[in-house]
C-alpha cells in the first residue's frame, strides 16, 4: 500500500498523563503541571506537538473530572502547536455504558462549541478507533487540498513508498 502523506498524530487528555504519588498514581493537568514550573516538561511538550497534523483529545466518559479538564488540554494543544491542526475529541471506554459520567451529548456539545470533530470510542473493544485517525485524516486531507497547510513544510511527505510527492498532487 502506497501513501501520499505521514501525518504524525499526538493523544491528549488526563488519561495518558499520571505521575506517581504515595505509591499509586495520579492524573495531572497541564495547567497543573505548568504550575508546578517544570521548565523540562515545557519543552518536551513544545516538542511533542511540533509538526502534528492531528490530535486526538481523549476524555474518559466513566469519569467527569477527565471531561472537566478538556478546556485545559484545548488550550495547551492550541498555544504549542499549528493553529490549523486538526482535533477530534473522543469520548473514550463507550462500552462502559452502566459505568457513564458524561453525556454523549455533553461530548457533542464541546465539541461543536470549540469547532472539533467528536467520535466515541472504545479502546477495549476496538470501537471506532480505526474510524477515528480516518475521520482526522480525511479532515488532514481536505486542508491539504483547500491549502490551509503547506505541506512542504509543515509534514513530511512520504518519498520512500513510491508515493507521489506534494509536487506530483496537483
Known sequence: MAYAYLFKYIIIGDTGQCQEQDGGSRVSTPEEVEQAGQESFRSITRSYYRGAAGALLVYDITRRDTFNHLTTWLEDARQHSNSNMVIMLIGNKSDLESRREVKKEEGEAFAREHGLIFMETSAKTASNVEEAFINTAKEIY?????????????????????AKQPSDLG
Open 142 to 162: 481536505e486542508k491539504i487540498q483547500e491549502g490551509v497547510f503547506d505541506i512542504n513544510n509543515e509534514f513530511r511527505s512520504v518519498s520512500d513508498s513510491g
